[in-house]
């Protein structure tokens, strides 16, 4: 999709940090990590969110692509947190689907924090 930031990372278009690749998806390290590790697994293929008919072949592919992300970037044995932030409530902010694989460092348990009311 043209004036979309990820598909031009992921025809190369615009330069990152390639982690992985392969036939369905791309997985490069975010530009403002905002972990010791964070990096992005994203279909080759423009799909808003995950809400926008993301065939069951794709989304496979990008969760089997966070592990060889994980082991890649050395946090496979420590862990890592997968987040997916869909749609406006969520604060998504590139609307091409993507996965936020982040770790390095131990995380308090909790998961999210709410905006006050
Ligand atoms: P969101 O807030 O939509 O879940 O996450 C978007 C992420 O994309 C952010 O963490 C942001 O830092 C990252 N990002 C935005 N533009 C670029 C870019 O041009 N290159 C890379 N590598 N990451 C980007
Ligand atoms: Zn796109």
């Given at each position: 999709?043209?004036?979309?930031?990820?598909?031009?990372?992921?025809?190369?278009?615009?330069?990152?940090?390639?982690?992985?690749?392969?036939?369905?998806?791309?997985?490069?390290?975010?530009?403002?990590?905002?972990?010791?590790?964070?990096?992005?697994?994203?279909?080759?293929?423009?799909?808003?969110?995950?809400?926008?008919?993301v065939?069951a072949?794709t989304l496979a592919?990008i969760f089997?692509?966070?592990?060889?992300?994980?082991?890649?970037?050395?946090?496979?044995?420590?862990?890592?947190?997968?987040?997916?932030?869909?749609?406006?409530?969520?604060?998504?902010?590139?609307?091409?689907?993507?996965?936020?694989?982040?770790?390095?460092?131990?995380?308090?348990?909790?998961?999210?924090?709410?905006?006050?009311?």
């Amino acid at each position: 999709m043209e004036d979309c930031i990820f598909c031009k990372v992921a025809h190369g278009a615009i330069p990152a940090t390639l982690i992985y690749q392969d036939d369905f998806v791309v997985a490069f390290d975010d530009i403002a990590p905002q972990s010791p590790v964070h990096t992005l697994v994203i279909p080759r293929e423009h799909y808003a969110d995950l809400g926008d008919g993301v065939p069951a072949a794709t989304l496979a592919a990008i969760f089997a692509a966070v592990p060889i992300v994980a082991e890649t970037k050395g946090i496979a044995q420590s862990g890592y947190r997968v987040i997916v932030n869909n749609g406006r409530d969520a604060n998504q902010t590139v609307g091409h689907l993507h996965i936020h694989v982040m770790g390095g460092r131990a995380m308090q348990h909790g998961m999210v924090t709410f905006v006050a009311e």
